[in-house]
């Protein structure tokens, strides 16, 4: 996968922010917790009360079943931070605060986690968007890659805490819910509870027509499918590009589901498209260029290669793709003055000969460039 989800919970090593529109004391705070891995410190930066309110505060419920429920929900929000930080390796993991900017009284800081494999190469990402107060607190989240805010897949798995049909019908448009949609929600709590996500998938699929016909439960299927069953995230992503292809929204996901069919020109127009909505970062100017790349675009992807290492220097995965841009289009000059940038920005140390060997990069040994920059590091 090109991004990777998070599971449907709240949702290691620190990267230095971008440098965006406004300062963001409040997305560094976030980082600094998430990367110390504090849940303590993290819980403190949550408003439990401003979530709480975006989850049933517009409900009529009766005053014993809204006390109740609140009481409950303070409990598990106190948890919250250890919500965020578990499952996440911080050996493989780097999180940076990528852009940060107002939106009314609040700010939103977006984040991005990049999750890297045993190799240390680039195994994927995802953008969280925080919104804080102007008390420097979080009172919502909301994660691109399922497309969906915490308040509104907590809203959806606490219908299953009712009897009542208030919520229920708020969420699925009708004005009653039969006992199907009722168990169905509480197969998908269950599921998600016990991890068993091919049982909280099949559970989705078993919703109500007005529910499954909404970008959330699009985006929810997908970001579970994704945790188990690849051919089944790619099936859960067609039918999100069939949908709701249009919707600023998906454009994260559609990267992925783009990638996998081979529509390459699409996949660059969805990058694109979140870049207007969301963040240009090192790696969504990798993406662009990997999308190029794909579609020997050579001129295109250098350039894209070359804005993202200017917007982010210290993203390497962005170098190391301006390498293949090179080695593709046969440019021995290009390929190792970047290879010269990259020892010198990553202190890396490189092997020539080994260099020469790799597939696509044979050609490079008979290159006039090479054999001066051989014998300077034998």
């Not at 990528?98 to 190799?119: C, K, N």
């Not at 199907?180 to 068993?196: F, H, P, V, Y």
């Not at 790696?283 to 894209?304: H, I, M, N, V």
């Amino acid at each position: 996968m090109l991004f990777r989800a998070i599971p449907l919970a709240f949702l290691l090593v620190a990267a230095p922010a971008l440098g965006n529109e406004v300062a963001s004391a409040p997305g560094e705070r976030i980082v600094d917790a998430m990367s110390r891995q504090d849940a303590a410190a993290l819980n403190a930066l949550i408003d439990v009360d401003a979530l709480l309110e975006r989850v049933i505060g517009d409900l009529d419920l009766p005053a014993a079943t809204r006390a109740e429920f609140e009481k409950g929900f303070r409990k598990s929000g106190a948890r919250a931070g250890e919500n965020v930080i578990q499952g996440i390796d911080p050996a493989r993991s780097k999180i940076a605060l990528v852009r940060s900017r107002q939106a009314g009284d609040a700010t939103l800081q977006i984040v991005r986690i990049s999750h890297y494999d045993e190799s240390g190469s680039a195994d994927g990402h995802n953008y969280l968007e925080f919104e804080v107060g102007p008390d420097g607190r979080i009172r919502d989240w909301r994660s691109h890659a399922q497309c969906a805010r915490t308040s509104d897949t907590m809203r959806l798995l606490a219908a299953s805490l009712f009897d009542g049909t208030s919520l229920l019908s708020s969420l699925f448009g009708r004005a009653a819910t039969d006992d199907a949609s009722l168990a169905a929600m509480s197969s998908l709590t269950d599921g998600l509870q016990r991890k068993d996500f091919r049982a909280a998938h099949d559970a989705l699929d078993r919703f109500s027509p007005e529910f499954r016909a909404t970008m959330q439960w699009a985006g929810i299927r997908a970001g579970i499918a994704s945790m188990f069953d690849e051919d089944l995230y790619r099936k859960d992503l067609a039918l999100i590009a069939s949908e709701h292809g249009r919707h600023p929204d998906v454009q994260f996901m559609l990267i992925d589901h783009y990638f996998y069919t081979g529509e390459y020109e699409r996949m660059v127009a969805s990058v694109q498209a979140f870049e207007r909505a969301v963040v240009t970062d090192g790696a969504t100017r990798q993406l662009e260029c990997t999308g190029y790349l794909l579609l020997e675009r050579f001129a295109d992807a250098e350039r894209s290669c070359r804005e993202g290492t200017t917007t982010e220097p210290g993203f390497e995965p962005g170098w190391w793709t301006l390498v293949e841009v090179y080695a593709r289009g046969h440019d021995g000059p290009k390929l190792l003055a970047t290879l010269d940038d990259v020892e010198a920005r990553f202190e890396k140390a490189m092997d020539p000969d080994a260099l020469v060997k790799l597939e696509g990069y044979e050609w490079l040994a008979s290159d006039p460039a090479f054999a001066p920059w051989a014998k300077a590091r034998r």
